[in-house]
């Protein structure tokens, strides 16, 4: 089992920043990557950006591209998402998620262990 708890939401101007910070606890040898996701206000889950654990390999989805940063600190077992230049279309609850598969994946689907989620309101 591993355990993740979020932290860094909350409401911010757009143009703004924030910075999310995940801590994972429990099995954290079996993680070969992390990601984010986030659920807009009526609508699916979608994918945000994601690490490999040991190559340091990332992926962003077309929407934050050159906007949000993901990062990881493999001693403290924690991933960050800096975001930056923030729009209205980000506000979401943001989760991450810890994947156990031998190959990188931008799908819900790879990732087994999630956290509570942690809600971004950005206004305009």
């Known amino acids: 089992q591993v355990q993740l708890v979020e932290s860094g939401g909350g409401s911010v101007q757009a143009g703004g920043s924030l910075r999310l910070s995940c801590a994972a606890s429990g099995r954290t040898s079996s993680i070969t990557g992390m990601g984010w996701f986030r659920r807009p206000p009526g609508k699916e889950r979608e994918f945000v950006a994601t690490?490999?654990?040991?190559?340091?390999?990332?992926g962003y989805a077309d929407s934050v591209k050159g906007r949000f940063t993901i990062s990881r600190d493999n001693a403290e077992n924690t991933v960050y998402l800096q975001m930056n230049s923030l729009k209205s279309e980000d506000t979401a609850v943001y989760y991450c998620?810890?994947?156990?598969?031998?190959?990188?994946?931008?799908?819900?689907?790879?990732?087994?262990?999630w956290g509570q989620g942690t809600q971004v309101t950005v206004s305009s």
């Open positions: 690490i490999r654990w040991n190559s340091g390999r990332t």
């Open positions: 998620a810890v994947s156990r598969l031998p190959y990188y994946s931008t799908s819900a689907a790879g990732y087994d262990y």
